[in-house]
């Protein structure tokens, strides 16, 4: 990137901690003078039916999903105010359109980025601040080396038999979404396996 001309500024920063979140988006304006694009790509997937009652992980997944994303996309939002405009885009899932056994609190979160997503939206069109929802189908990700009920762990693994996506397939539809038009607005893509029933 840097031989092209571009600038990489890493930072380490858990997106659960509201004060690290705003820091990051501070960090990117001093380095880069604001923020264009935010991806909200960070998220977990502890899959396990209600009854279990596995509240603890009930609260990292609505922690990491749902208030993180709250978190950075509420820093970000000065920062593109300041800047006239910017990209926010929410990597959802196609869990948050349908549901099903084991997946409940994983789909009530992705179900919560959808609506956040809409609403800001709404919320953003004077600012000229455009939203995208990215809904993937299963991918090759590590995801599911966190599920920790045998049960949803075993129904995870039979998706990977499939011909899943890779992350690249991801990284080309947000591309897509983000270099259009000023006047497009890409506000959701459903990307899934190809032999992907659900």
């Known amino acids: 990137m840097e031989a092209n001309g ?4 890493t930072v380490r920063a858990d997106v659960t901690d509201e004060g690290q979140a705003h820091d990051l988006a501070r960090r990117a304006e001093e380095e880069f003078g604001g923020v264009d694009i ?6 977990v997937m502890l899959l396990s039916k209600v009854e279990k009652g596995l509240s603890d992980q009930w609260r990292r997944m609505f922690d990491v999903n749902v208030l993180g994303l709250l978190y ?3 820093a970000a939002i000065g920062a593109m105010r300041r800047r006239g405009g910017g990209h926010l885009v929410n990597v959802s899932s196609v869990a948050g359109r349908k549901t099903r056994p084991g997946s409940g609190v994983y789909s009530g979160t992705k179900f919560a980025v959808n609506a ?7 919320e953003l069109l004077e600012d000229k601040i455009r939203v995208t929802m990215v809904e993937p189908g299963a991918v090759e990700t590590e995801l599911t080396n966190h599920i920790t009920d045998e049960e949803a762990q075993q129904g995870a693994q039979a998706l990977k038999q499939l011909d899943i996506l890779q992350s690249e397939d991801i990284a080309a539809a947000i591309a ?3 270099t259009q ?4 607005s890409v506000n959701e893509i459903l990307i899934r396996p190809t032999e992907q029933a659900y």
Do not use: H, M
């Open 6 to 9: 571009g600038k990489l500024v």
């Open 38 to 43: 935010l991806v909200n790509n960070a998220g």
């Open 72 to 74: 950075a996309t509420d």
């Open 116 to 122: 956040i997503s809409e609403a800001l939206r709404q």
């Open 176 to 178: 897509y979404a983000v």
């Open 181 to 184: 038009p000023e006047r497009v």
